[in-house]
């Protein structure tokens, strides 16, 4: 019989990661909504556009975050890959409904709020590039693009609080959050009441209160 001194440790999974990121804040609220995020082990990572990270390189050639390194050394990148895996490793289908209308509309609204993210990271880039390098067609396509994408989310606001809880919010609550640290500019409550009452309920959820990002961090 085993020595019950002998006891066999928990197996880690390692995640690259950054306070700011909202990609690496979507899989922090994945695993713990999932009870997963005692499993991980954080590794602060700075990843930028115009200069690559060789420790981040060892695991994802493409020096993006989040990358996540399992137990037995497989790696995963991007969030969506890590959060479905998440997703499996906690007994599937908790945040990834199956296949059928319902997983469509979860992977829709991933797909329009990770979309808005893309976006919202290259407006910023441009953004803070001095005054005369600054391209006004992109500032402008980003803006419209934006909004457009905010007006959308308000008309699903309604849905999103009344169909269970899955990726698709777990990305919309990620992303207005982003807006709020990087964009307060925007004011995006103002015009779009419903989705920011959603938000609320959003910020409320134990998983977000632990993942919150903090400007200074």
Not at 64 to 85: A, M
Not at 104 to 133: V, Y
Not at 194 to 204: G, K, V, Y
Request: glycine residues 6%.
């Amino acid at each position: 019989m085993r020595d019950p001194s002998d006891r066999i440790e928990e197996p880690t999974l390692r995640l690259h990661w950054s306070p700011r990121s909202p990609f690496v804040r979507k899989v922090m609220v994945a695993a713990h909504e999932l009870g997963l995020a005692d499993a991980m082990t954080l590794v602060r990572s700075v990843a930028m556009m115009t200069k690559p990270n060789p420790d981040i390189m060892v695991d994802n050639p493409l020096s993006k975050i989040p990358t996540l390194v399992l137990d037995d050394g497989r790696v995963l990148f991007d969030s969506l890959t890590i959060c479905e895996y998440l997703d499996f490793r906690a007994g599937g289908h908790r945040l990834f409904p199956p296949a059928g209308d319902a997983r469509w509309q979860a992977m829709t609204d991933h797909a329009l709020a990770n979309g808005l993210l893309d976006l919202l990271i290259l407006w910023r880039n441009e953004r803070e590039k001095p005054t005369d390098r600054q391209t006004g067609a992109l500032l402008e396509s980003f803006a419209l693009r934006v909004g457009a994408g905010l007006d959308r989310l308000e008309q699903a606001a309604s849905r999103l609080g009344e169909t269970p809880f899955a990726i698709g919010q777990i990305t919309v609550g990620c992303c207005l959050s982003y807006v709020d640290f990087r964009f307060a500019d925007l004011a995006w409550r103002a015009s779009r009441p419903q989705l920011a009452a959603w938000h609320e309920t959003f910020n409320a959820r134990d998983s977000a209160r632990a993942t919150v990002i903090v400007d200074g961090q």
